[in-house]
């Protein structure tokens, strides 16, 4: 099934959890654990990341194809163009599609570690909007041709494709406007739904929508959630070069919090911190809530269970 008829005949917000594979050479446990930790929330869907350049984590596409054949909930697969031909993209999205994966989240990605500038392959794409491009072309069955330039008919393909949105702006695009002109030609080149980096501020969501809205994009805005659970936990974030602000009152709390060893403390102000915000989303008409759960699938139950349905 695609994700967007999910969202098109929802009747009540949708739950969907973030998975992201396992270091290379561990055990996949702690995914299928935090899948069936957090199935009692009935998730629409599951998204499993893929690594960047340079890490070890592989695995994303057999994994979404296992969760969906296992557990019987749509998958959806995070894909970048990083150091990939558009024939390796062709041949990537034979995989999900052999996999029985419907679902993408058509990705740019990020510079390899060390790089200050993404480079894009010499026959690849420089940004996510020509890898939605080439998704929609495959849906038309239109495949990459021994002869460059042109196009070989094939099967047609059924692929759902989302996009990641920027509520704070993309770091790399100082004018927020243009960041999201780019987004605007990432939907009419075929995005279906887009999914939000994250935020701890709803205002931040809503204004979002708000200038999404007035561009004329009209495709759902799926917020992402990353529940929070100690100051170090939110420090690795800040430190993360995503362009993504946090309220003073949070930050502050989190450290106190850890000045005093009070973890359990933390734990509980952080969840009833996301929480309220996820509260606050869905009473605001957020379309659901896309949970980053980090392969743990307590804090998110905990999150859960305080939302409102
Ligand atoms: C929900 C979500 C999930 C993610 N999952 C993963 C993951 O699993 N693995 C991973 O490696 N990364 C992931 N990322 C991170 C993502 O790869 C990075 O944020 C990356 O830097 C940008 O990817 P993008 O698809 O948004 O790129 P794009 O949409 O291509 O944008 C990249 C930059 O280029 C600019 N731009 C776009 N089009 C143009 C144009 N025509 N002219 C000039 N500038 C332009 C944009 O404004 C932006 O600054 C995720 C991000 C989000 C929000």
């Known amino acids: 099934m695609k994700v967007i008829d999910i969202y098109s005949n929802a009747t009540k917000p949708v739950f969907s959890i973030e998975l992201s594979p396992p270091l290379n050479g561990t055990s996949l446990d702690p995914i ?3 899948v069936s930790g957090l199935m009692k929330y009935e998730p629409a869907f599951v998204s499993v990341t893929c690594s960047a ?7 994303t596409i057999p994994i979404a194809g296992k969760i969906k054949r296992d557990y019987g ?3 959806v697969v995070h894909l970048t163009c ?6 390796d993209i062709d041949n990537m999205l034979m995989d999900v599609r052999y996999e029985g994966v419907q679902n993408i989240l058509a990705l740019r990605g990020d510079p390899p570690k060390g790089e200050k500038e993404f480079r894009p392959h010499e026959k690849g794409h420089r940004y996510a909007s020509d890898f939605v491009s080439q998704i929609k072309r495959l849906n038309q069955g239109k495949y990459i041709s021994f002869n460059e330039g042109e196009y070989r008919n094939g099967e047609p393909n059924n692929f759902c494709v989302s996009v990641a949105g920027y509520p704070e702006g993309h770091p790399e695009c100082p004018d927020k406007e243009k960041d999201l002109e780019h987004l605007r030609v990432k939907v009419e080149n075929g995005a279906d739904y887009i999914i939000t980096q994250l935020f701890f501020d709803p205002e931040i969501y809503f204004r979002f929508v708000d200038r999404v809205n007035n ?7 799926v917020p992402g959630v990353m529940p929070v659970e100690s100051f170090a936990h939110l420090d690795f974030i800040l430190k993360q070069p995503i362009g993504v602000s946090v309220p003073e009152v949070f930050v502050d709390k989190l450290r106190k919090y850890k000045e005093d060893g009070d973890n359990a403390s933390a ?3 952080g969840v009833e911190f996301i929480s309220s915000m996820c509260n606050a989303l869905i009473e605001g008409g957020a379309p659901g809530i896309h949970m980053y759960t980090m392969n743990t699938p307590d804090r998110a139950a905990k999150i859960f269970d305080a939302i409102s349905r």
């Open 82 to 87: 990083v150091a990939k031909s558009q024939q």
């Open 73 to 75: 909930i749509e998958s």
């Open 53 to 59: 350049l340079g890490s070890a984590r592989g695995g």
């Open 267 to 269: 734990l509980q102000f």
């Open 32 to 34: 299928f654990n935090t």
């Open 215 to 221: 561009m004329g994009i009209r495709v759902p805005v």
